[in-house]
Each structure stands twice: as C-alpha cells, then as structure tokens.
C-alpha cells in the first residue's frame, strides 16, 4: 500500500520552500557572470628547407630560317561540290595577293591594306594611318531617292558644308553609301568619273554631283615646314587644323568649283605653271608641323558635271630640292601618311603621266621615322625593280627502289614496258627490272607515275555593266566606259582508263594586257583545287574560282585606256608536282612559269614574267 504524500499548504513554510529559494538566487547570480578561459596557441613558424643544388642547363637561343621573299602560294583547296559563289564588285585599278614588299619601310611594321578591294580613291581596310573617305551622291535624298540637282544648287550646298565648319550633318539630307575606303594618298590621275561610285560599291549611281569627304590626321615625326600643291576637276579643298589651306579645284565659274571654299587666296606665286592632270596647279599655304604633334586634316573631292575626274595632292618641303620635270618645273612628291607599297604605285601609274608627280619618294607624314633616310631628292622616275633570291634547286630524279629480296638501289625511273620497269643508274645505264620484284612502295610510284590521259581548259563568265552618262556627257557625245565582271575556273577531261586513285591538282593563271602597252601584262586570278580521278563523275571535273576580275576600258584623248582580258594557263600537276597535262593560250607563261609563280594576283608583269610598273598614258600634246 503506498503511502501517500502530504502537501504543502500556502501560508505554512517549510525548510524545503527556503532551501529552494536559496539555490535559486544563487543560480541567478551565477547566470550573470560569464568566466572565460583562453588558450593561446603557440605560433608555429614557417622553416623553410635548406636549398637544393640542381644542375644548370645552358640554354640556347633558337634559330629559325626565315626566307626574305616567303609569299603565300596559290590557294589550293578540296573540292567534293563547287556551287557558283556571290562575289562582291572589285574596283580597278585594284591590287590582289600580297606585295613584294614596301618600297619605303613601315618602322618594323608591315601592315598591308585589303589587296582584292584597293583603288585610287582608297581601299576597303584601315591600316592606322590613314583617311577615311565617306561617298555622298548630292543628286538623291537620304533614303536613295532621286532629287533635283543643278550646277549652282551643287555648288550652294558644298559651300554650305564649308562653311559650317566641315560638319558632316550638313550633307545628311544626301545619299550616303554605307562603304567607307581609307587611303594614305590623294593621287588620283585623270580617269573617268565613274571609277568613284564603283569604288564604292556604288555602280548603279550616275557619275555626277557626287562628293567625297576624307578625315584623317596630319603628323610628323620631326619638325616640318611644307605646303601642298594640287589640281581637282571639280573639286579639291584641304583643311588643317580647322583652316582650309589649299582650293585646287577647277578654275572656272561654270560648276562654282572655286566658289565653294569661299575667300580663300592662294599665297603661292608660282600658281598656275604646270599641269597636274589635265588643268594647271594651285599652291598652298606654308604648314609647320611640331614632331609628333598631330593636326586634323579633311580633304573634300568632288565632281558636278560628269565625264572626266582629277583629284591630285602632291607637297613642298621649304628648302627641299628637287629635279625638274618634263615642264621644267619641281618634280613634287604626292602627299603620303604612309610608304608607297607597290600595289599603291601600280594603281597610281596605271593613269598617271610619267613624269608629273613623284609617287615612291618624299617625306611620309607618320609618327615616327622611316628605316631609310628620306632624302626628298628624286633620282629616277621608276627605280630599279628588287631582285628575287635565287630559285630552289629542283629535287633529283632518283629515288630508292627495293626488291623483295631486301636488296636496294639508286635509280631513276624512266617507264614501264609490259611486266618490266626501265630504270636508269646514277652511271647512265638502263636497266629492266620484273614489276613482280619491287616492294608494295614502288608499285605505288609506278601507278602514280602513269596517269591516264587528260584535257584541261578553262572556264569563263562575264558580266557587262550598262553605264548611264550624264547630261553633260550625252551633249559631248561621249562614250561610256565598258566594265565587265569576270569570274574563272578550269576544267578536265579524262581521256584514258585505269585505276588512279592519287589526288591531282588542276590550277589556272588568266592574264590581261593593258591597251596603252601590248607588252605589259596583269595577273588578273590564279587558282587551284585538288580530286581524285577514281572519283571523277562522267570522267570530268571542272571549279569556278571565288574571285572577281573587274575590267574597266574606256576612251581618252583619243587613246584606248584599261585593259583586256588577253591570255591564260591551264596545268594539271601530280602529289610531285609533275606537270601531266596543260593548256596555254602564249608559250611565254609556259617557258617562264617558275617566274611566273613568284607573281600574286594583281602583280603587273612582262613576257619573261618579271614584275613591272604599268605603262602611264602620254600627256594631250595640247597641253605641254
């Protein structure tokens, strides 16, 4: 039986009901005192281990061999399904491929513009140092619609432009064409008005009252006093620095040329003595530049009439000296913010009159020094051409054949006749060896060396330009340039059978010829592509070539300018390079073919294929 517990009755404290309110407050005051005990923890020291001794290596700078004239070869390419490509247009005069090199020196740079898209007004890719040039066509509104334009309204809104400080909004309202070029030079030779709106992409635009703006910056890299010279038909102006320095536009009241860069004066007292292009030259006022010191420089072109162009900016060193040209007068340089390559001079010369401008030499407005002092002393119009190094030495004729037996030989093969090889010893001695004795190898060189037989030939499209004249031009009965887009390619024929399974490389050079010299020549595209005749279809193979050849070809002063479509070369090489079959419209690409494939695209070359400048046109007798 339990017991049961008493309780305990308020109002009747026990010892119990102290003891736990004295162990209470003193849990309470043990709560609010907080002990801490902290432990330290001795600070280990980093020791670091003694050093070892390993061996030392010396080491040695390596060395590569670089050859001085290394080109890129022709492309070489593939070919399983070749699909006609969409080119873009390319302007000539144009350079392609890569140059020999730069007449003048970059400073250890060698930074080369866009070669498939250079033309006289400039080329599609910056290189740093130079202009750029934005296309407006004043005879139709922003958004490409045609609008009324006259000879005076072109002239109020070039001034317009002017004197608004050269503010590119002011020509907003105008057509603008999305392609910018940027050129180092402002040497455009008389060509046809023309040759602008196909620089830029433009070749549905009537070549008349259009204008370009370029913008660039002016710098030396030592102190220099000059002053520019220059002729435009219609318009050049040049401002440094926010001042117009030069007004070389054409001297007559007719199209306003002269209007539009406003009271302007020349300070020259020799203005107007000698021809640039096709009217007489104004001087400019004296600029000094500080070394490295960079000014803003804009340079406005133009063309109101239509017809004929000029655009020409040459420079005066004071205190320079300099030959005397066919006018017995300063043969000046062109003005140059970098140095001449020979691409750059080839799209020059093509057009201009030897004798009037200086294209490869003269001070080059860049930031620092040239490699080659620059002596602003003209020696020859056309300098010596560089020599190429010394061709390779072509590989020799024997190989190592191996029989079966383990035995091997030196030997060159000559043929096959029936089951036997006719080889040749280093001694000269033919000797007949069963096929059934040489190794898997030299069976395989054998069928290589016995391909079927085949045509080559090359293929050929062109696309012809309907050029619509200005007014100014259909009065004057002129007759509009002829331009024709072409593109090429090569094809082959097999003629025998046999199994051939070793890839074969077909290639083709196409040729122009310029009209103003029958001996001087233009690679004008040059290109390859791999098959393999076990996998021909129907026993042929043909590819087009993703390039496009643009010819212009026009009349003036009575003299057939541009160039012709004249020649071309079809070879068909194996994994040796062995030549197996060809096709060749002049026997000189094939008698100098290993000059020949020195040359790049674009390269002006002769009959021993050596790289050559293009013959310039003869001055108009009435002139000078």
């Not at 003694?50 to 290394?70: E, G, H, I, N, Q």
């Not at 609008?147 to 072109?154: C, F, I, K, L, P």
């Not at 020195?598 to 013959?615: A, L, Q, S």
């Amino acid at each position: 039986m339990k017991k049961k517990l008493s309780k305990v009755n308020k109002g009747a404290p026990s010892g119990f009901v102290i003891s736990l309110l004295v162990h209470f407050a003193a849990f309470s005051l043990a709560g609010l005192l907080v002990v801490f005990t902290v432990h330290q923890k001795e600070e280990k020291k980093f020791v670091p281990p003694k050093p070892v001794d390993r061996p030392k290596m010396k080491l040695k700078k390596p060395k590569v061999k670089v050859k001085k004239s290394a080109k890129p070869k022709a492309t070489t390419r593939i070919v399983t399904k070749v699909q006609k490509a969409s080119m873009p247009d390319i302007q000539l005069p144009e350079m392609s491929g890569m140059t020999e090199g730069l007449v003048g020196d970059i400073g250890g740079f060698e930074i080369m513009p866009d070669l498939e898209e250079m033309t006289v007004f400039g080329a599609g890719q910056t290189i740093g140092n130079d202009f750029v040039g934005t296309f407006y066509d004043l005879k139709r509104s922003r958004n490409g619609n045609e609008r009324a334009m006259d000879v005076t309204q072109y002239a109020d809104e070039l001034t317009k432009f002017c004197r608004s400080g050269w503010k590119p909004s002011t020509l907003a309202k105008f057509y603008q064409s999305p392609k910018k070029l940027y050129t180092t030079t402002f040497c455009i030779p008389q060509v046809r008005s023309t040759f602008a709106p196909f620089a830029f992409d433009e070749p549905d635009t009537i070549a008349c009252q259009w204008a370009v703006h370029y913008t660039g910056q002016l710098v030396h890299h030592e102190d220099i006093k000059f002053r520019f010279w220059g002729h435009g038909d219609d318009v050049l102006i040049v401002r440094v620095d926010g001042e117009i320095v030069l007004d070389g536009s054409w001297d007559s009241d007719t199209y306003g040329a002269r209007l539009i860069a406003g009271k302007w004066v020349s300070s020259a007292t020799k203005n107007r003595q000698w021809y640039l292009g096709n009217n007489l030259a104004w001087g400019g006022d004296w600029i000094e530049l500080k070394a490295g010191v960079p000014k803003d420089m804009e340079v406005l072109i133009g063309e109101q009439p239509g017809g004929n162009f000029v655009a020409m900016l040459l420079v005066e060193v004071d205190g320079a000296e300099y030959e005397t040209n066919p006018q017995n007068q300063k043969f000046l340089p062109i003005f140059r913010s970098a140095p001449t390559t020979h691409d750059v001079a080839d799209a020059i010369m093509e057009h201009l009159v030897p004798g009037e401008a200086d294209v490869l030499r003269g001070p080059v407005f860049q930031d620092y020094a040239p490699s080659a002092p620059d002596t602003n002393v003209v020696a020859d119009v056309e300098p010596a051409m560089p020599q190429d190094e010394p061709a390779e030495e072509k590989p020799s004729p024997f190989r190592v054949w191996t029989l079966k037996s383990g035995q091997s030989f030196e030997a060159e093969y000559i043929s096959k006749i029936g089951d036997k090889l006719v080889l040749r010893n280093a001694k000269g001695k033919q000797v007949r060896v069963p096929v059934a004795d040489v190794s898997e190898d030299d069976i395989n060189f054998i069928k290589l060396s016995n391909p079927p037989k085949f045509d080559v030939g090359i293929v050929r499209s062109s696309k012809s330009y309907k050029i619509e004249l200005s007014t100014y031009e259909l009065d004057r009965n002129n007759t509009p340039p002829r331009v024709l887009d072409w593109e090429f390619g090569a094809k082959v024929r097999r003629k025998g059978s046999g199994d051939y399974p070793f890839a074969l490389t077909l290639e083709y050079f196409v040729i122009g010829q310029q009209y103003l010299d029958a001996d001087k020549y233009r690679i004008l595209d040059h290109q390859s592509a791999n098959f393999i005749p076990n996998e021909m279809k129907d026993g042929s193979f043909e590819f087009k070539g993703d390039r496009v050849s643009r010819l212009f070809d026009w009349d003036l002063n009575d003299a057939r300018r541009g160039m012709r479509l004249a020649e071309s070369l079809v070879l068909l090489t194996d994994s040796r390079g062995e030549i197996i079959a060809s096709s060749s419209t002049a026997n000189w690409l094939m008698d100098n073919l290993d000059e020949l494939r020195k040359r790049n695209v674009g390269n002006y070359i002769n009959k021993d294929c050596e790289r050559v400048y293009p013959t310039g046109p003869r001055q108009n007798g009435n002139l000078y």
